[in-house]
């Protein structure tokens, strides 16, 4: 069975006195979690802090981008194998933010994820529709030709053990969450295209949901058949927030 997973996206947001706040808080509530992974995905600079702060619990750590080469003449880029100094296991890939702030295409996104597994880190790829697509009602077609330059480059085996978000860009820092059923209806369409191609690697990824989950929602998103845990913007910068959002995952998992 597939463990639980909440990640945190503290996006651009910390300063290293706050992270030291939350980071405390999370080593002191979360370390006795049994079936969830708990992530927290740090701006570069704080890699370093989360490292030294996380290290020796169960808490993992990651960041939010990665270059697509492994080394060479890319100014500003950031290397899978500089993450992995620093202690990082998890890396979000293709959130829509940048795809929409920094043209990042699909194709780009595809090669960082390729690029990531390589050099051991697990990406979490994030995957959604707009508002206008869904009205329309080709969500389905818009993630499956978000997926398709991943699988088009590695095949869907690459899926194995990885992470994916569905984060529907209508839901994201709107309080608008999806519902669980449509969140469900979405990650069970994602793991059957995925199955189709490689049913083991659709047994073992994780599909975590991402947009406007609180403690109030996160239960019954934790709920459903195919939502393996979330991805946590806002709420992940609130410690007793991010803590109640795991137990909620917790409790999902017992009852599952
Ligand atoms: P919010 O939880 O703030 O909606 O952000 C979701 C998100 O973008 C996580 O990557």
């Not at 050099?119 to 959604?128: F, S």
């Amino acid at each position: 069975m597939r463990r639980k997973l909440v990640v945190a996206n503290w996006k651009m947001h910390g300063s290293l006195a706050q992270n030291q706040q939350l980071l405390d808080s999370f080593k002191a509530h979360l370390a006795n979690l049994k079936h969830v992974d708990v992530a927290i995905c740090v701006p570069y600079p704080y890699l370093q802090q989360a490292q030294s702060t996380l290290s020796g619990t169960p808490i993992a750590w990651g960041a939010q981008n990665v270059g697509k080469y492994p080394v060479g003449a890319y100014t500003g880029e950031v290397a899978a194998s500089m993450l992995k100094d620093f202690g990082a296991t998890y890396v979000i890939l293709g959130h829509s933010e940048r795809s929409t702030a920094y043209c990042e295409s699909a194709e780009n996104v595809a090669a960082k994820f390729v690029t990531a597994k390589n050099a051991g880190l697990t990406p979490v790829l994030c995957v959604g529709e707009t508002l206008q697509e869904r009205e329309a009602g080709v969500m389905e077609h818009v993630v499956s030709e978000q997926l398709d330059p991943i699988i088009a480059l590695h095949g869907a085996g690459i899926f194995k053990n990885a992470v994916i978000s569905y984060e529907p860009i209508w839901a994201i820092g709107t309080g608008l969450s999806a519902t669980p059923e449509q969140a469900q209806s979405m990650h069970e369409f994602i793991r059957e295209k995925i199955a189709r191609l490689d049913p083991e690697a659709a047994m073992s990824v994780r599909i975590i949901y991402g947009g406007s989950v609180n403690p109030l929602n996160a239960s019954k998103l934790a709920a459903m058949q195919d939502i393996d845990g979330g991805l946590i913007g806002r709420c992940s910068l609130n410690a007793d927030e991010f803590e109640q959002i795991c137990f909620a995952a917790e409790n999902a998992a017992i009852k599952h």
